[in-house]
């Protein structure tokens, strides 16, 4: 590779690595804008670990910090024009981030369904009540479900009765799932019956449809797979492109006409990779 093909990449490298020491600098001089970037992450990563919805503040804070990672990062690469649209998109990009945090942490619950509902089983199956039940099967889940039955374990302690501690549980998942074991729990605790084989039965039942639904997402990744390469290559060629002649994007973009077409054509990539994900995603 001749030198002078080399020599934009280095100078690249040089000054991402110069742009992070000014950032870590800037942020040891500046504690408090650090500690709210900190309280931001922090507050996504409980979204996902312990479905921790974030207060106004911390949500506003996570909407400035994507604000300016994307604005920043689209300053650098294509300039002041892309970076103003891309930071407009900021608040919207975390809210949305933190949706699917919460998505995957509600999927993740309803995920151990079959062994919640079988631990519950085999303890009913000893002679114990439903609260004794759960009260003994909370140490042995992990995860998000089992951070879900200690706090159901907390409304216990706190003298609530089982059916209105479940009944919090199914409201704040918001999942079939887990909405139709607590329902088959209360109704049959009401009626009377053996619990212990109907939750026996709905594992088995809730394991089979598990089993289908990954069966599904496996038949549909490669149109899943197809829809994001699509969505991806535009811009893995407009950042090679832009390594290779430097100020191109910024270029097309001070041109009313090509800025107009890139902005079409992006809105287009968006709803083409949107609409793909959706028929390639099995219903549930």
Not at 207 to 230: D, F, K, Y
């Amino acid at each position: 590779m001749p030198v002078s093909a080399v020599l934009p990449i280095l100078l690249a490298g040089a000054g991402g690595g110069a742009l992070a020491l000014a950032l870590r600098e800037a942020a040891r001089a500046s504690p408090q804008l650090a500690a709210s970037a900190e309280s931001a992450l922090l507050a996504l990563n409980l979204a996902g670990r312990l479905g921790r919805t974030p207060t106004a503040s911390e949500r506003r804070r996570l909407g400035v910090l994507a604000t300016v990672v994307l604005g920043g990062t689209a300053l650098l690469i294509f300039g002041f024009g892309p970076a103003a649209l891309l930071a407009a998109l900021g608040p919207a990009s975390a809210e949305r981030l933190l949706m699917r945090r919460h998505r995957r942490y509600r999927e993740a619950v309803a995920g151990e369904v079959p062994t919640l509902a079988g631990g519950l089983a085999d303890a009913l199956g000893a002679g114990g009540s439903l609260r004794t039940a759960i009260v003994d099967v909370a140490p042995t889940i992990e995860g998000a479900c089992g951070v879900e039955l200690r706090r159901v374990c907390a409304d216990l302690d706190l003298g609530r009765s089982p059916a209105a501690a479940l009944s919090d549980l199914a409201a704040r998942i918001d999942a079939e799932p887990v909405t139709a074991l607590v329902g088959a729990a209360l109704s049959q605790q009401r009626s009377g019956g053996d619990l212990a084989a109907l939750l026996r039965r709905h594992a088995e039942a809730e394991l089979g449809r598990q089993r289908a639904l990954a069966a599904a997402r496996s038949a549909t990744a490669q149109a899943r797979l197809s829809g994001g390469i699509v969505a991806v290559l535009p811009i893995a060629v407009a950042l090679l492109v832009e390594v290779v002649s430097p100020g191109f994007s910024a270029g097309m973009a001070r041109d009313p006409i090509a800025a107009v077409l890139l902005l079409a054509a992006a809105v287009l990539q968006i709803v083409g990779y949107l609409v793909i994900q959706r028929l390639g995603r099995p219903a549930e």
